[in-house]
């Protein structure tokens, strides 16, 4: 039998989930907890070589990926929507400008940047198709002549395909448990959670998470309905290989020409 599904009967959201609750429920442990994500070096490198900039990141959070990339020649603007984010992003990388935003609606200039990175299933965080349309399609829009949209995001395995509800230990030590409580709902696509943090002496903390997700060439459509055209594709960020394998990819696309 199928879980209930949450509250909201068009989205499947968490009740009360916005575009800054991922962002302000994970700020304070971020690059802690996701600092082996989208190797910094790496990602640089690859954004880097792929345009002169300028770059916007989209989900920039902290700073973690803009800032190499700034170290490696390339103008970098950050938005978010979790001002939570934001603020650590300045306190540790005060050169990097920022944007609090909501990356569905993007309030940038038309054909001011050379690159849109949207790194690690940020994209997904949007929690329907609508709105990740959406997105992709002013991302191509803010793109100059030969720009590129840049997207990480995971490959779904097979258990995404199957209504379910999971209890996982995401950490453990002497004075601390985190669980990842989570639920999966094949016909929209989504995966709605939580990490519990059970740290003793201290109060339970949630930290919510949504994703609607879709596999590389359901992606595909969606950045042609956005008016984007696929360029490459890697299984990761030092150009690995993609093949039925990969359990993530990057993608590069392109403005398909008379779309502006």
């Known amino acids: 039998m199928a879980p209930p599904r949450p509250d909201d009967p068009e989205t499947g959201a968490l009740p009360g989930y916005g575009p800054a609750s991922y962002g302000d429920g994970f700020a304070d442990v971020y690059d802690d907890w996701y600092a082996d994500v989208s190797p910094s070096g790496a990602t640089a ?5 792929r345009t002169a900039g300028p770059v916007l990141e989209l989900g920039s959070g902290t700073g973690r990926l803009a800032a190499p990339m700034r170290l490696a020649g ?27 935003a909501d990356m569905a609606e993007l309030p940038v200039r038309m054909r001011a940047f050379g690159a849109v990175l949207v790194a690690f299933n940020t994209l997904f965080n949007l929690t329907t198709t609508a709105a990740q349309r959406r ?15 840049i997207v990480e995001a995971f490959v779904p395995g097979g258990g995404a395909g199957e209504a379910s509800d999971r209890v996982d230990v995401v950490r453990m ?24 943090e059970l740290r ?10 949504q994703l609607r997700f879709s596999a590389p060439d ?27 394998a990969s359990d993530l990819h990057v993608s590069v696309y392109g403005v398909v020409e008379g779309r502006r």
Do not use: I, K, N
């Not at 997105?135 to 949209?149: D, F, H, K, R, V």
């Not at 448990?177 to 959670?193: C, E, H, K, N, Q």
């Not at 003793?200 to 998470?209: C, N, T, Y």
């Not at 969606?222 to 594709?233: D, K, N, S, T, Y």
């Open 74 to 100: 390339l103008d970098v603007v950050g938005l978010d929507a979790s001002t939570a984010m934001l603020r650590r992003s300045l306190d540790q990388h005060p050169d990097v400008p920022v944007v609090a």
């Open 45 to 49: 490198r690859f954004v880097a070589a």
């Open 200 to 209: 003793d002496g201290a109060p339970v903390r949630l930290r919510p998470w």
């Open 135 to 149: 997105c992709l399609t002013q991302a191509g829009q803010s793109l100059a002549p030969g720009g590129l949209a």
């Open 218 to 244: 359901e992606l595909d459509r969606l950045a042609a309905a956005a008016g984007l055209h696929l360029v490459e594709r890697h299984g990761g960020w030092e150009g690995e290989a993609f093949d039925d």
């Open 173 to 196: 030590d002497a004075d601390l448990v985190v669980l990842r409580v989570s639920r999966t709902d094949p016909a929209r696509g989504t995966v709605a959670g939580h990490h519990v």
